[in-house]
């Protein structure tokens, strides 16, 4: 299993960026999967997660109505569609995969507990 974020960057408050996550060794199309976000100092925290096979969607409540999980099972891809963006999203995000067709009710709180496959991770920055 391997993930690939990419989409990051610098952005003024207000904007918007796309991050994508491409996703090779697994099908899409029946999983959990996140994005998370970290910063220095600080532990991961969940952002938002999607149930591939149902496209159930969960977000944290700092980014609900201007962040959008979603997914291409064509080509294998997660996106996290990010508006209004703040300065206190600045963060290097992380896409992320765990085996089972349903996230589990803590998947945003514990995501090192729940979550077994990680990209590299793309800085977002807003200033």
């Known amino acids: 299993v391997q993930l690939v974020e990419s989409g990051g960057g610098l952005m003024q408050p207000g904007g918007s960026l796309r991050l994508s996550c491409v996703a090779s060794g697994y099908a899409l199309d029946d999983n959990c999967m996140g994005w998370f976000r970290q910063v220095p100092g600080k532990g991961r925290e969940g952002v938002a997660t999607?149930?591939?096979?149902?496209?159930?969607?969960t977000y944290a409540e700092f980014v609900k109505g201007r962040f959008t999980i979603s997914q291409d099972n064509a080509k294998n891809t997660l996106y996290l569609q990010m508006d209004s963006l703040k300065p206190e999203d600045t963060a290097k995000y992380y896409c992320?995969?765990?085996?089972?067709?349903?996230?589990?009710?803590?998947?945003?709180?514990?995501?090192?507990?729940?979550?077994?496959?990680w990209g590299q991770g793309t800085q977002v920055t807003v200033s």
């Open positions: 992320a995969v765990r085996n089972g067709e349903n996230c589990p009710p803590k998947a945003l709180q514990w995501p090192r507990r729940l979550f077994g496959y």
């Open positions: 999607i149930e591939t096979g149902f496209g159930t969607t």
